[in-house]
């Protein structure tokens, strides 16, 4: 029976290298799939991992009716088995109903990879409309830490080394190491992101920083 399952973690715990897995091991198996993907920080329309893997994707824009879009492909003649949504947490909540209608009407599997909250520990649209209507949510199992070494939970996002918790939503990480006011993220657990302490203000040495992403 199709489902719809979101697979989710924090930054840097292998979102979008576990979304073009789903898509190798189902293609492998004969099924044949769509990819979708939302601002990821390889560029427009490609799932990315930071491990070096890439696919080429549909872009998610605010204005794409999904059902359409799978309505017309089935409708040519197409075959769908499934679909792999990279950055879901970016997709509106109507993309996400149109989601689980293509689960329930055409009996197509959707796996869902994205990050759960914001840099504000505020959810996103999409993934509070997935946690609301998946049939099954999966926490990676590779979790990554904080420079501290606890388990890292929690986004945060830095403008030239100092956290901030103002600003818009959705703003991709600039990996440019000298350009001012560049926008980077790390990922911290809830004590340091609660006292807004990154790496850059605990006197460890800082690794290179992360672009925002959900895999």
Not at 63 to 77: C, I, R, S, Y
Not at 115 to 125: G, K, W
Not at 187 to 213: I, K, M, T, W
Request: with cysteine; proline share 5%.
């Amino acid at each position: 029976m199709a489902a719809l399952i979101y697979f989710t973690g924090p930054m840097n715990c292998g979102k979008s290298t576990l979304a073009l897995q789903v898509d190798d091991t189902e293609r492998s198996a004969g099924r044949r799939g769509l990819l979708f993907t939302c601002c990821d920080r390889g560029g427009e329309a490609v799932i990315s991992s930071r491990i070096g893997l890439a696919a080429p994707a549909v872009e998610v824009t605010p204005g794409l009716d999904l059902w359409a879009h799978v309505a017309a492909e089935l409708t040519a003649g197409r075959r769908i088995d499934y679909l792999v949504c990279d950055e879901a947490q970016f997709y509106t909540a109507a993309q996400v109903d149109d989601l689980a209608r293509i689960v329930d009407e055409f009996g197509i599997d959707v796996s869902c990879f994205g990050i759960l909250a914001d840099f504000r520990t505020c959810l996103f649209p999409g993934s509070a409309r997935l946690v609301e209507l998946a049939d099954r949510i999966e926490m990676l199992p590779a979790r990554p830490r904080c420079w501290c070494g606890a388990v890292a939970t929690h986004n945060a996002r830095l403008v030239d080394g100092a956290m901030v918790t103002e600003g818009a939503q959705i703003a991709v990480g600039d990996t440019d190491t000298v350009a001012p006011g560049r926008v980077t993220y790390e990922v911290l657990c809830r004590r340091h992101h609660r006292l807004r302490l990154p790496r850059a203000r605990s006197g460890v040495a800082q690794p290179e920083p992360l672009p925002f992403e959900g895999g």
